[in-house]
């Protein structure tokens, strides 16, 4: 027989408010690896979570600028040494023509980290995820207010923790498994 | 609305000192601007020309944001908007200011001289639109829907602070519609009139959407300081947020971008083609040191701007976004400076007195006008039924 490894512990709220109140409790508590779920997003999760800035920002800087230094790379080695063809007595440097196309491989560039950058920061894509076999939480898309505490928290104890959960105003709490 | 109670009126130095002052301020500077008229009429004409643009564009910038918002029944912005409604009202002041214009127009337009209209068949081509009638029959129809359009407004935005009828909001609504029409129409030809035709050979189908840009940038950075100002005062301290302040500096870097996206593509296309009759007015802006402020506002007016901008902590921080507005004012100023003066001084920029005179002349009466104006309703709309959701507004 196969052990069951142990996800996690889901416990469900009333409202958006008692949600977020929960976030507070759970974050002034010292949980770290804990997730909200509302059918849409909630105004100061991100600071009742604790959640701090996302990265996603340095990524797309960081791609924008490798886009606009690979335009003027690729457009000064083509029009000064690789093809050198005077085009209607312009400079064969021309800047203002590159702009064009160091805008818009700048704009790919970032959009490509932005997309991209989410996904790998998200962790997708996802094909399986212990909550998705649970029937209470199939209301997250519609009128459930959930909160999960990973087992992989430090100071997660299956005992502890659940009763912490209910005592910050958690309606039902149960186990999920892997 | 309870909230109506919470917002007290505009008094003390914001009320009656700094209009004093700047009524004094503007009217010795006009004075001076009127004796160095007298000395050098050609050169002090062009330096009024441009102070008149410069403040016509933040009235126009104004009246933009405040059509825009109720067309787009925008919520956030309601603790915002009796600001630009005032400036809005400043369109008669602007109407006032344009008359000089005219008793300059043959110092500033050449196509109005007669001699130099035989001589040219450029000219005479054009002359069915250029001329001295259909010009003031054109500026009367301006000047008037932008004074129309922003009583229109503003008075029914007061109105609604008394009675609180929602009505009110959606004919304001309704009327938006026509009012972005006609704001575009009237803004793109009054400017092709008054700055474009200064050069009147040379045409940019950009030059309208050009100086909108500039003009909603100036319009947006001189809104978030009028509030700071306010509340450095202790006006609306809890009313106008950081959450405002946050998504007025957002609107404005939008903007920015467009501005620069606009005078690029206006420079591009005419780098390209490389055709005389249109690259003569680059070959004029370019001249000299007018080179150095060309790359100035490139460099200064969007990637400093861009760079520094980008970042939400220096839009929420009040410090740096008011540093950014200011510095915005100034990118705005000189772009229209750049835009005017060429033609008064071809081979670089030199500021002269009477651009500082004309300047703080217009300036100083156009700011007393806002802040008498100001204190004369409530700093918001209290009645208005998105007040709430304004209030509540967070990004």
């Known amino acids: ?178 | 609305m309870s909230s109506s109670t919470k917002v007290p009126r505009l008094s003390g130095f914001l009320a009656s000192t700094l209009p004093k002052i700047s009524f004094l301020l503007g009217g010795l500077s006009l004075a001076l601007t009127a004796v160095l008229w007298r000395g050098n009429p050609h050169h002090t004409a062009f330096s009024y020309l441009f102070s008149f643009l410069f403040f016509l564009s933040i009235t126009l910038g104004s009246l933009f944001f405040v059509i825009i918002q109720h067309l787009t029944r925008a919520g956030w912005s309601v603790v915002l908007r009796r600001i630009p409604e005032t400036f809005a009202m400043n369109a008669w002041v602007m109407a006032v200011f344009f008359l000089p214009i005219l008793f300059g127009i043959h110092e500033l337009y050449h196509w109005t001289h007669a001699d130099v209209v035989a001589a040219d068949p450029i000219l005479q081509g054009k002359a069915g639109y250029l001329n001295i009638k259909f010009f003031l029959v054109r500026a009367v129809l301006f000047l008037g829907a932008w004074v129309w359009m922003a009583r229109y407004f503003y008075k029914k935005s007061v109105k609604q602070d008394s009675s609180g009828d929602p009505k009110l909001t959606l004919s304001m609504q309704a009327f938006s519609a026509a009012a972005i029409l006609i704001f575009a129409i009237t803004l793109t030809f009054g400017i092709i009139d008054w700055a474009m035709s200064l050069t009147p050979h040379w045409y940019s189908t950009m030059f309208g959407v050009y100086f909108f840009a500039g003009s909603a940038v100036a319009a947006f950075a001189i809104m978030s300081l009028v509030a700071l100002t306010l509340r450095r005062f202790g006006y609306l301290k809890d009313i106008i947020r950081v959450e405002h302040y946050h998504d007025v500096a957002k609107f404005l870097y939008g903007l920015n971008i467009f501005w620069a996206y606009v005078s690029f593509s206006q420079y591009f296309l005419i780098w390209y083609a490389n055709i005389p009759e249109e690259s003569v007015w680059f070959m004029q802006h370019f001249n000299g040191s007018w080179n150095t402020v060309a790359a100035t506002l490139a460099i200064g007016h969007f990637f400093v701007p861009f760079l520094i901008f980008m970042s939400k902590h220096t839009r929420r921080n009040l410090t740096a976004h008011c540093a950014m507005m200011v510095w915005f004012l100034v990118m705005h100023c000189l772009d229209i400076y750049w835009l005017i003066m060429p033609n008064i001084t071809p081979n670089g920029i030199h500021i002269s007195v009477s651009d500082i005179s004309s300047f703080v002349g217009i300036g100083g009466i156009y700011i007393g006008f806002f802040w008498l104006r100001l204190r004369n309703a409530s700093l918001i709309p209290v009645q208005d039924p998105r007040l709430p959701e304004s209030l509540r507004h967070h990004t």
């Open chain 1, 1 to 178: 027989m196969t052990t069951v490894k142990l996800y996690g512990l889901l416990a469900e709220y009333k409202d958006p408010s008692a949600l977020i109140h929960a976030a507070e409790k759970l974050r002034d508590a010292g949980y770290k690896n804990f997730e909200t779920y509302s059918p849409f997003p909630i105004h100061g999760m991100d600071s009742a979570m604790g959640i701090k800035d996302s990265v996603l920002g340095w990524i797309v800087v960081a791609c924008g600028a490798t886009g606009l230094a690979s335009a003027i790379a690729l457009q000064t080695w083509v029009s000064v040494s690789a093809y050198r063809v005077v085009t209607s007595g312009k400079l064969l440097f021309s800047f203002q023509a590159f702009v064009p196309v160091c805008f818009e491989l700048m704009v790919l560039f970032a959009g490509f980290g932005a997309v991209f950058g989410m996904f790998a920061l998200n962790g997708l894509p996802k094909l399986y995820h212990p909550l998705f076999k649970n029937h209470r939480f199939r209301t997250a898309t519609s009128h459930g207010f959930f909160v999960t505490v990973e087992s992989s928290d430090s100071r997660f104890s299956l005992e502890g923790t659940a009763r912490f959960l209910q005592e910050i105003g958690g309606l039902s709490v149960e186990v999920v498994e892997e």
